[in-house]
């Protein structure tokens, strides 16, 4: 099913997703990556406040090419989202309610995800190109020493994902491959 959504969102639109639907989504999302992750969890154990707050956002687990004259920003395609796994649990139960990237996540993210009434998307590896078209304003709010690993403040329109683990726990890489045995 196709859905249009407008981040940040709360419980009420993420326990309406289902894993398999396709969502586009219009608003504000941040990025962060790696050392992103790593800093704001150090930021945490030092009892400090995070550079954005997380409660009911969305973060795009991306770190762009530099952008095209004209352009907010450049190729904008997701990373693996299990290099953030052992920082996802601790976001979600800060209020986080949506993570972008692509791949499996562990079971302690599943979990958290569930816990938390959260959502996970993937976006399509490899057509990051496409995927920068639906972002039309690019901001770095935090660790700009980190370059394309700093976090942004984006303003995207229709940017699609596909929703992979839902707030139930329903997940599509493992629903797929069962009806693709069958």
Known sequence: MDRHITAPFDQTVS?????????????????????????????????????????????????PSPAREGRPIGSAGPTTASRMDKYAPGLLDLGLIGMIGKGKRSQAVKDAIVRNGAV???????????????????????YDDLGTEAIRKLEVVDF???????????????????????
């Not at 990025?31 to 992750?37: I, L, P, V, Y």
């Not at 929703?163 to 693709?180: K, P, R």
């Open 160 to 182: 699609p994902v596909i929703v992979v683990i839902d707030a139930q726990g329903h997940n599509l890489y493992e629903t797929a491959v069962e009806q693709f045995r069958k």
């Open 120 to 142: 996970y998307f993937a976006a399509v590896g490899g057509a990051g190109a496409l995927l920068s078209k639906a972002i039309v304003r690019s901001e770095v709010i935090a």
């Open 15 to 63: 326990k309406s997703l289902q894993a398999g639907d396709y969502v586009y989504i219009t608003g504000t999302i941040y990025t962060a990556r790696d050392a992103a992750h790593k800093r704001m969890q150090e930021a945490l154990d030092r009892g400090e406040q995070l550079p954005l707050d997380v409660k009911n956002n969305v973060i795009y687990y991306m770190g």
